[in-house]
């Protein structure tokens, strides 16, 4: 399948009207869009990302006028969240109207709603004139893309446009929030930290810290983010081995010499840079990546936690 690759909204958007699927930036990481109506476009999501099937896709907004169209039950805490964070890099899960297909929330009754901070992503869906769901545009199980040119190596000739601009501005997705609940839930870390989140709903819980561990979001489960690399943590007493096939990033130059070194200037670069530096490290077939732990406030937590999903293999 020959696949576009075009800087113009309006003409990527002409593939989702058609029934076909379409990469687009966010602010946080790619996403692989279909029209939220469109079943047989969104089985195309699932298939060119190969993608498990009870992991479901977050609908995207191009204002908060088209949250009445996947929900009539907005909680309070949703509306506050909503209120306090839309647009930006955070997916508020409700309970869907009967009107969006299960297959695009994998069976479940709620579904997740993103309305992207980037103007671009947001001008693109409004072009496509309903919601547009869309997950991470990578393979399922690597690294979620940060740069068009990420994307087009994990899905040419899978989907049909690449919607190109510039690499994303956070490099981690989106902070998830389940609101269907008494106690709103955290499932997913992102740039909008806990303690943010606290300011306007203080009753929110860390969904990693409950006893029960149950999987509310089902993506959790699955294997993520992982280069085919090894992911080492690197702490004060961590061993270093064979630096020479390996690959540091972090924000203090080490002591040793590593094939591959990445220095951040700052938490928000390291996190920017993060899943770029992944795929680099693939495609120089570095054996193992010493990743700096950093202090686990602000968007250090979510960095923190993507570091642990790719070292837990
Ligand atoms: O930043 C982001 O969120 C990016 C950009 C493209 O918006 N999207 C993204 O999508 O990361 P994806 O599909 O790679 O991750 C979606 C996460 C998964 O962990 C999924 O299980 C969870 O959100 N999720 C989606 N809908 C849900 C629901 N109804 N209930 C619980 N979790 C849900
Ligand atoms: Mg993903």
Not at 186 to 200: A, C, H, M
């Amino acid at each position: 399948m020959r696949m576009v690759i075009t800087e113009d909204p309006a003409e990527a958007a002409e593939f989702i009207k058609k029934g076909g699927i379409c990469a687009f930036p966010t602010e946080t990481v790619y996403g692989l869009g279909a029209g939220i109506f469109d079943e047989t476009a969104i089985a195309r999501i699932f298939a060119a990302k190969g993608r498990p099937a009870d992991n479901p896709l977050i609908a995207h907004v191009s204002s908060t006028d088209q949250i009445a169209q996947l929900s009539s039950e907005v909680t309070q805490s949703a509306r506050k969240l909503i209120d306090a964070f839309f647009p930006g890099p955070l997916t508020v899960v409700v309970v869907k109207a009967p009107c969006v297909p299960l297959l695009a929330t994998a069976g479940l009754d709620t579904i997740g709603i993103r309305m992207p901070a980037l103007p671009l992503a947001r001008r693109f869906i409004g072009f496509c004139g309903t919601p547009v769901v869309a997950p991470s545009a990578n393979l399922s199980g690597r690294p979620s893309p940060t740069t068009w040119e990420a994307v087009r190596e994990d899905l040419d000739g899978r989907i049909d446009c690449i919607l190109k601009s510039d690499a994303t501005e956070i490099g981690l997705e989106s902070t998830v929030v389940d609101c269907t609940g008494i106690s709103p839930l955290l499932l997913r870390k992102g740039s909008i930290s806990i303690e943010q989140l606290r300011k306007e709903v203080p009753e929110i819980e860390d969904h990693e810290l409950r006893e029960d561990g149950s999987a509310r979001s089902p993506g959790m489960k699955h294997r993520h983010y992982s280069p085919d690399a090894d992911v080492i943590i690197l702490e004060k007493d961590t061993e270093i081995v064979s630096p020479g096939i390996s690959a540091f990033i972090g924000l203090k130059r080490p002591e040793v010499t590593f094939a591959l070194e990445r220095i951040c200037r700052s938490v928000d670069e390291y996190a920017k840079s993060l899943f770029a530096f992944f795929r680099e490290c693939d495609a120089k077939q570095i054996k193992s990546i010493y990743c700096e732990a950093v202090e686990e406030s602000g968007i250090g937590a979510a960095l923190m936690d993507r570091l642990r999903r790719a070292s837990e293999h």
